[in-house]
């Protein structure tokens, strides 16, 4: 072989190899993503059916169930709009208590009730996730829209 044709080659491999460690850090980031999903979409049926996402919103009054002699706990969270139940198995955080923000990493299971793998509630009384200020905030414009609030049924129906 020629030096022209060896260094041709030694690039072509270079490029290569290039393009397969691209499409494999790629597709590494794919599947780590976590999508963000509000809670009157998980409640409507438009969430990641294969893949945990996030939820966040506020937990509402008087619905957290403890389990004795157990880690189990129940809570149901909402957007201003609709509400999901929340499962969690674990420790729960310092801060986390009911009308208090949270943000709950998992996935749905086919009883309608999510199921968290992690729980995170805000660290102070100023701060709250970007992502769940920004939909609360949303869902509060819509809310002093609508004359009357939404019920279970209508909310699944919008």
């Known amino acids: 072989m020629k030096p022209r044709q060896q260094r041709m080659l030694a690039v072509g491999l270079t490029?290569?190899?290039?393009?397969?460690?691209?499409?494999?850090?790629?597709?590494?980031?794919?599947?780590?993503?976590m999508f963000f999903?509000?809670?009157?979409?998980?409640?409507?049926?438009?969430?990641?059916?294969?893949?945990?996402?996030r939820i966040g919103g506020l937990v509402v009054n008087d619905s957290v169930k403890?389990?004795?002699?157990?880690?189990?706990?129940?809570?149901?969270?909402?957007?201003?709009?609709?509400?999901?139940?929340?499962a969690y198995s674990g420790v729960l955080p310092d801060l986390f208590r009911e009308g208090q923000g949270v943000v709950a990493h998992g996935r749905l299971g086919g009883d309608g009730i999510f199921k968290a793998e992690k729980i995170m509630a805000k660290?102070?009384?100023?701060?709250?996730?970007?992502e769940v200020a920004e939909q609360l905030?949303?869902?509060?414009?819509?809310?002093?829209e609508a004359v009357a609030s939404l019920s279970p049924e209508e909310c699944r129906q919008s």
């Open 123 to 130: 660290h102070d009384e100023e701060y709250m996730a970007p």
């Open 137 to 144: 905030a949303k869902h509060a414009a819509d809310k002093m």
């Open 37 to 53: 999903v509000e809670i009157s979409d998980v409640v409507a049926g438009n969430y990641p059916e294969n893949r945990n996402f």
């Open 66 to 86: 403890r389990e004795l002699d157990s880690l189990e706990i129940n809570f149901r969270v909402t957007d201003t709009r609709c509400e999901l139940p929340v």
């Open 15 to 33: 490029l290569a190899g290039l393009a397969v460690a691209a499409a494999l850090a790629f597709r590494a980031v794919g599947d780590n993503m």
